[in-house]
Structure formats: structure tokens, C-alpha cells
């Protein structure tokens, strides 16, 4: 067993290696990189990610402010699409600021060389460290994830082991219509609607609209800052609740009636064992192996990605918008360096995906399974 942790674990290098050089070589390919985006700011087109961040894209720009104003009408032409008109040597000096009078491939190998040491460089656009950046907008992600997780699997698991018992009653039937709710109404489209009800869009203003906490958080005793915390991530938690609950409960409800009608499940009701007993000594371990081999992919999900546009709605600066607002922007170093993150931290759950397993039923040998 140890031997196989080890090869996933030094299968880990490989694959983050093969995921960087593969962004790396598309993001390069793609047009409107940095330069190309404060040229846009030099002709006044710039477009900011999130209107809630202004015309800069959440931060000022990594050029000199008198460069900027640097505007020549020589007429030479840029290989850089929109430059026509600006300063030759503004162009090359900003080529040397962001590394891009290097080749590709030793620029690449500067970067994995810093990410070895968890350098993730400055933020072109941002007077500040991408790792500072990370760690500033992990809490709000990490407060929505975890959250969502828990109670996703606490309303799923329970729900689905419940319409499995009593597959094709009135309760299954009524709560599908729910799960087809779930399915159908995308997450942010529940979170307007709570928004319109629950907090000032027209009908009652019960929780707040903006923020993980209140602006005097600070200044507050503890128990009522446990219990401001909560008002504020009541509706984007429930409103992302909403939006996972439906296919776990499905998949554990599934994976229930397919182990309730195995043989062994009928030999323990012949030797007369309750139902309870069935159900939860035999049939539960077996049917949540699949739950619980899906939970890294589904943390890691919740956590990065299903978070997104919840934040934006509910102006929660976090990791989903902080990657969105990078791309946009062609911000490379907080691109890549987030993308070297999320990467290598789902690598590591899937790894502890198979540690759960293997706790859950300790018949699963990992290693017999490859030799």
C-alpha cells in the first residue's frame, strides 16, 4: 500500500508538469496578452473583468504612469496588435518588465523553476505578490466550499438513501420534482431570485447583498461575529446548495438500489436482521464507495469553480473571481500561478479520495489491484 502512495505521489510531478506546459503554450497563443491590454488602456479602450472593479481590471497597472502617457506618432508598426502609435522603447521596456524579450521555453522554465519554491511572481496589474494575492482571496472560497460540501452531502446522502427505500411512494416521486428543480435552475439564477427576496431587490431585506462579513466585523465580540459570518454566506452558500445537491442524490440513490437488490442483502434479511440493520451494516458501506471516490472532484468543483459567478453576485472577492479577472486581463502570473494551485491541490484530493476508499471497505488493495 505505501509503495502505491508513493508512485501517485511521485506521479504528481509529471502530471502538473504536462498541465503547466500545456496552459502555458495555449494562454502564449491566444491574443490580447499584457501588452496588448495596456496599449488598450493607452487609447482609452481598456475593458475592465468586473464592473464592480472599474476601468483597470481590479488594480493599477504594472507600467510606470509617465510611460503610459508616453504616446509617439512615428508610425512604426507593432507586432503587438493595436500599438501602431506608441513609443518604440516604451514597447521594449515593457517586453523586459514582463520577461517576454526571452525565449517561450526559458521563460517557461524560470516560472516552474520559481513554482518548485512556491514563487509565484507580482501581479502585472496589481501593485502586489500573487502569493499574497492567493492567500488574501483563499478564505472567501475556501468559506463557500466547505460549506457547500458539508451540506450538500449532508441533505444528498441521507435524501438519497431515503428515495432508495421508498423508490416509486409518493415521497420519491414529489421529491424528483425537487431534484428536477435542482437540475434544471442554474445556481445563479437561484441566487438572483434570493437576492430579489431575501435582500432588498423588492420584497423583504433579511440578509445582506455584499461582503463575507460586516465592515465593523472587526470591532464586534466573537459571538456575534460567528453569527454575522453566517448571515452573510446564508444565501450564496444556499443558493450553490441548491445547485449540487441534485445529482449526488441521484448517484447515492442509485448506487443504493443497486446494492439492495444484490444477493447478500436478501441472505441478511433471510437470517432476520431489521431493515436498519441491513441497510447501515451491510448495504452503506458498499453504496457510498462511488460517493466517496467522486468527493475530490466534487470539492475541488465547488470550491474553485461552481463558486464563480455566486461571488460576483454576491460581490465576494474570492479565488473564482480573482482567476476570472486574470484572464481577462492576460494577467499571466496570477493565471499561472493559480492555475500551478488548483492544479497540484486536486492531484493531492484525488490521492486522498483513494485513502477514503480504501478506509471505507478495507477489502480494496491498491496494490494487488495493480499487480
Given at each position: 500500500m505505501?509503495a502505491?502512495?508513493?508512485?501517485r505521489?511521485?506521479?504528481?510531478?509529471?502530471t502538473?508538469?504536462?498541465?503547466?506546459?500545456?496552459?502555458?503554450c495555449?494562454i502564449?497563443?491566444?491574443p490580447g496578452?499584457?501588452?496588448?491590454?495596456?496599449?488598450?488602456k493607452?487609447?482609452?479602450?481598456?475593458v475592465?473583468?468586473?464592473?464592480?472593479?472599474?476601468?483597470?481590471?481590479?488594480?493599477?497597472?504594472a507600467?510606470?504612469?509617465?510611460q503610459?502617457?508616453?504616446?509617439?506618432?512615428s508610425?512604426?508598426?507593432?507586432?503587438?496588435?493595436?500599438?501602431?502609435?506608441?513609443?518604440?522603447?516604451?514597447?521594449?521596456?515593457?517586453e523586459?518588465?514582463?520577461?517576454?524579450?526571452?525565449?517561450?521555453?526559458?521563460?517557461f522554465?524560470i516560472?516552474m523553476n520559481?513554482?518548485?519554491?512556491?514563487?509565484?511572481?507580482?501581479?502585472y496589474f496589481?501593485?502586489?505578490?500573487?502569493f499574497?494575492?492567493?492567500v488574501?482571496?483563499m478564505?472567501?472560497?475556501?468559506?463557500?466550499?466547505?460549506?457547500?460540501?458539508?451540506l450538500v452531502?449532508l441533505?444528498?446522502?441521507p435524501?438519497?438513501i431515503?428515495?432508495?427505500?421508498?423508490d416509486g411512494t409518493p415521497?420519491d416521486i414529489?421529491?424528483?420534482?425537487?431534484?428536477?428543480?435542482g437540475?434544471?435552475?442554474?445556481?445563479f439564477?437561484?441566487a438572483?431570485?434570493?437576492?430579489v427576496?431575501?435582500?432588498g431587490?423588492r420584497?423583504?431585506?433579511w440578509?445582506?447583498?455584499r461582503g463575507?462579513?460586516?465592515d465593523?466585523?472587526?470591532?464586534?465580540d466573537?459571538?456575534?461575529?460567528?453569527v454575522?459570518?453566517?448571515w452573510?454566506?446564508?444565501?450564496?452558500?444556499t443558493?450553490?446548495v441548491?445547485?449540487g445537491?441534485?445529482?449526488?442524490t441521484?448517484?447515492?440513490?442509485?448506487?443504493?438500489?443497486?446494492e439492495i437488490?444484490?444477493?447478500?442483502?436478501l441472505?441478511?434479511r433471510?437470517?432476520?436482521?431489521?431493515?436498519?440493520?441491513?441497510?447501515?451494516g451491510?448495504?452503506?458501506?458498499?453504496?457510498?464507495?462511488i460517493?466517496?471516490?467522486?468527493?475530490?472532484?466534487?470539492?475541488i468543483s465547488?470550491l474553485?469553480?461552481?463558486?464563480l459567478l455566486i461571488?460576483?453576485i454576491?460581490?465576494?472577492d474570492?479565488?473564482?473571481?480573482?482567476?476570472?479577472?486574470?484572464?481577462?486581463?492576460?494577467?499571466?502570473?496570477?493565471?499561472?500561478?493559480?492555475?500551478?494551485?488548483?492544479?497540484l491541490?486536486?492531484?493531492?484530493?484525488n490521492i486522498?479520495?483513494?485513502v477514503a476508499?480504501?478506509?471505507?471497505?478495507?477489502?480494496?488493495?491498491?496494490?494487488?489491484?495493480?499487480?
Amino acid at each position: 500500500m505505501l509503495a502505491y502512495f508513493l508512485r501517485r505521489l511521485l506521479l504528481i510531478i509529471p502530471t502538473l508538469f504536462g498541465i503547466m506546459v500545456l496552459n502555458f503554450c495555449i494562454i502564449q497563443a491566444a491574443p490580447g496578452g499584457p501588452i496588448e491590454q495596456i496599449v488598450a488602456k493607452l487609447h482609452g479602450t481598456g475593458v475592465s473583468a468586473t464592473a464592480r472593479f472599474g476601468g483597470s481590471g481590479g488594480g493599477d497597472t504594472a507600467a510606470p504612469a509617465g510611460q503610459m502617457a508616453q504616446m509617439a506618432d512615428s508610425g512604426v508598426t507593432s507586432r503587438y496588435p493595436g500599438a501602431e502609435g506608441v513609443d518604440p522603447e516604451l514597447i521594449k521596456e515593457l517586453e523586459h518588465q514582463f520577461g517576454f524579450d526571452k525565449p517561450l521555453y526559458e521563460r517557461f522554465l524560470i516560472m516552474m523553476n520559481n513554482y518548485l519554491h512556491f514563487d509565484f511572481g507580482k501581479s502585472y496589474f496589481r501593485d502586489e505578490s500573487v502569493f499574497r494575492l492567493v492567500v488574501s482571496k483563499m478564505p472567501v472560497s475556501i468559506s463557500l466550499g466547505l460549506w457547500t460540501t458539508l451540506l450538500v452531502y449532508l441533505i444528498s446522502i441521507p435524501l438519497g438513501i431515503r428515495k432508495a427505500v421508498k423508490d416509486g411512494t409518493p415521497f420519491d416521486i414529489w421529491s424528483s420534482a425537487a431534484i428536477i428543480a435542482g437540475y434544471a435552475i442554474p445556481s445563479f439564477l437561484f441566487a438572483v431570485l434570493l437576492i430579489v427576496v431575501f435582500a432588498g431587490g423588492r420584497y423583504l431585506q433579511w440578509f445582506p447583498l455584499r461582503g463575507l462579513v460586516s465592515d465593523n466585523w472587526h470591532d464586534m465580540d466573537w459571538p456575534h461575529r460567528i453569527v454575522d459570518y453566517f448571515w452573510h454566506i446564508a444565501l450564496p452558500v444556499t443558493a450553490m446548495v441548491i445547485g449540487g445537491f441534485a445529482s449526488l442524490t441521484m448517484l447515492t440513490k442509485n448506487s443504493f438500489l443497486d446494492e439492495i437488490n444484490k444477493q447478500y442483502v436478501l441472505t441478511a434479511r433471510a437470517k432476520g436482521l431489521t431493515e436498519t440493520r441491513v441497510l447501515y451494516g451491510h448495504v452503506f458501506r458498499n453504496a457510498m464507495l462511488i460517493v466517496i471516490a467522486g468527493f475530490p472532484s466534487a470539492f475541488i468543483s465547488i470550491l474553485f469553480t461552481g463558486s464563480l459567478l455566486i461571488e460576483v453576485i454576491f460581490s465576494l472577492d474570492g479565488m473564482g473571481l480573482l482567476g476570472f479577472e486574470s484572464a481577462i486581463n492576460r494577467d499571466y502570473p496570477v493565471m499561472f500561478g493559480t492555475l500551478y494551485v488548483f492544479t497540484l491541490l486536486g492531484l493531492v484530493m484525488n490521492i486522498l479520495g483513494d485513502v477514503a476508499y480504501m478506509l471505507t471497505d478495507p477489502r480494496i488493495d491498491f496494490e494487488t489491484r495493480e499487480g
